[in-house]
């Protein structure tokens, strides 16, 4: 039998935020000299994020409080141990009474609060809530499900057959909700996760991906010359140029838009250097710039003399305003497929042509994934498979040359 000796001491810490690390004390090491910082003696009084630690089975374990009052952060601790200690001694947990239960909305709040402090977008957020704050929470309400618990595998696939959406928007939205009940599986919300049972949904209306020839490219920039309406003579100019700087760098229309003029520097010969970003292992990721498109961007005048295109303020309603712009710029160019049927031109079309382009010129997948920003080269392979096969080909093809060269040379 388990000795109490086994039950494992949670401890309270506080994860400091980074205004509150610099008012730390910093202290020097009488023998060695070094400065350190030293946190302050109320640290735990501070209003950061608390987290509950505790070492089980020679591995530590880190789970948030869901708070950052220090006392709430203890109560949660030594419940905690309480738990561990029933757990040793075989006893069974007390049930809660139901008065005391959380509803399945107080749930979803506390879900919600908990993407909110790990610092998810306001879009991301608006999507989470919009699915469980308020379909989520409907549905159950419907139901008569007033509890988490009382949710069944049954319930949710009742819930799923309501949704009118695409194979492939209904699989993403059936992962938020297995991520929902895993988090409120590891809070002890509910014994076991429901949506694990969910069957699998298979989706097969992934849109192909689309890029540009070098003919419809300059097609798309001849174009641009004829863009009428509203549009003036400067915006033109920046519709070229960012036309350009999407193509052969591969960003995404976000963040070409809010590129900053820093993160581009000219080179020694005359080439430039374009900071893309930093990979979580600290890398730093350069995408190298011809000459004459650098100097065009540099050539570019904006109101926010920070940025190329952007003027600072509102993002999402800047983005909007240039897809609309790419909509008159594709009604402009008429593009046409290898078929003869129109051609929509879109903006990421332009980011696929850079992808397919490194592809075409032997580079790796996992070179052309840190180009794009993937941190799963799986993604790159499930959206140009085709042109990695056809790459891998090349090579094969090429070291079969070599290899007749060298019997050869042999004989």
């Not at 008012?23 to 109320?42: F, N, Q, S």
């Not at 708070?67 to 030594?78: F, G, P, S």
């Not at 996992?366 to 959206?383: P, S, Y």
Request: hydrophobic share 35%; net charge positive.
């Amino acid at each position: 039998m388990k000795t109490s000796r086994s039950v494992p001491h949670v401890l309270v810490r506080t994860r400091h935020r980074p205004e509150c690390r610099a008012g730390w004390k910093i202290e020097t090491d009488a023998t060695t000299g070094e400065k350190k910082r030293k946190e302050r003696l109320y640290h735990n009084s501070c209003s950061c994020p608390k987290q509950l630690q505790y070492s089980r089975n020679g591995k530590m374990h880190r789970q948030s409080a869901e708070t950052d009052r220090e006392e709430i952060a203890l109560q949660k601790a030594r419940e905690m141990e309480a738990r561990f200690e029933r757990a040793a001694k075989g006893e069974p947990e007390p049930a809660i009474p139901q008065e005391q239960q959380p509803t399945i909305a107080e749930i979803v709040a506390l879900f919600l609060k908990s993407k909110a402090d790990l610092n998810y977008t306001p879009k991301s957020l608006n999507r989470l809530r919009g699915w469980f704050e308020k379909r989520f929470v409907d549905y159950c309400s419907g139901a008569g499900l007033i509890f988490l618990p009382d949710v069944k595998l049954t319930h949710l696939e009742a819930w799923r057959n309501t949704w009118k959406l695409s194979p492939s928007t209904r699989a993403k939205i059936q992962g938020r909700i297995a991520g929902f009940f895993d988090w409120a599986l590891r809070r002890d919300f509910v014994s076991k996760n429901p949506a694990l049972g969910l069957e699998r949904i298979k989706s097969d209306d992934r849109k192909p991906t689309l890029a540009l020839t070098d003919e419809q490219f300059a097609a798309v920039l001849e174009a641009g010359k004829q863009v009428n309406g509203k549009t003036a003579d400067a915006q033109r100019v920046k519709l070229r140029a960012l036309c350009l700087l999407m193509r052969w760098s591969g960003l995404a229309l976000g963040d070409a838009l809010t590129l900053e003029r820093t993160k581009l520097t000219r080179e020694v010969d005359g080439w430039f250097k374009l900071f893309l970003r930093r990979q979580k292992t600290g890398v730093e990721v350069f995408c190298t710039i011809a000459p004459q498109i650098g100097n065009e961007l540099l050539a570019l005048e904006n109101e926010n003399t920070r940025y190329f295109f952007w003027d600072g303020k509102r993002r999402e309603a800047t983005i909007q305003d240039w897809i609309y712009l790419f909509r008159k710029l594709s009604a402009a160019a008429a593009l046409k497929d290898e078929h003869g049927e129109p051609l929509p031109l879109h903006s990421h079309m332009l980011r696929n042509s850079f992808a397919i382009w490194c592809f075409n010129s032997d580079m790796s997948v996992e070179d052309v994934a840190a180009l794009l920003g993937h941190t799963d080269t799986k993604v790159t392979q499930r959206h140009y498979s085709p042109w990695i096969v056809s790459r891998q080909a090349r090579l094969a093809a090429r070291v079969k040359e070599a290899y007749l060269r060298s019997e050869a040379k042999a004989e």
